[in-house]
Nanobody, 120 residues
Framework: QVQLVESGGGLVQVGGSLRLSCAAS????????MGWYRQAPGEQRESVAS???????NYADSVKGRFTISRDNAKSTVYLQMNSLKPEDTAVYYC??????????????WGQGTQVTVSA
């Protein structure tokens, strides 16, 4: 059973930084595409950043230049470094894993989420 456990969320002032971590277990982490999503109250969940198994990254326009996604395959962990935080970054942040499943395509897994609150 794949498990994703996020950590690193919290309360931070505008302009501050946080580093989210997502530790994966029960999967061959290096084969997975990984991503971070967020969901603010009353809003739909949106993609923030992703990193493929080969290390290719992609970012939402709203976070480009401020957030950095990275992975450590030896630790089965994906990170999201968030700098220059803004109030609109306030949301629950979720870790996402896309696990190759052969002819079935990909299996998708989610973490439980971690709250990030940016105070003005």
């Amino acid at each position: 059973q794949v498990q994703l456990v996020e950590s690193g969320g919290g309360l931070v002032q505008v302009g501050g930084s946080l580093r989210l971590s997502c530790a994966a277990s029960g999967t061959i982490f290096s084969r997975n595409d990984m991503g971070w999503y967020r969901q603010a109250p009353g809003e739909q969940r949106e993609s923030v950043a992703s990193i493929t198994s080969g290390g290719t990254t992609n970012y939402a326009d709203s976070v480009k230049g401020r957030f950095t996604i990275s992975r450590d395959n030896a630790k089965s962990t994906v990170y999201l470094q968030m700098n220059s935080l803004k109030p609109e970054d306030t949301a629950v942040y979720y870790c996402n894993a896309q696990e190759p499943a052969g002819r079935w395509g990909q299996l998708e897994f989610w973490g439980q989420g971690t709250q990030v609150t940016v105070s003005a």
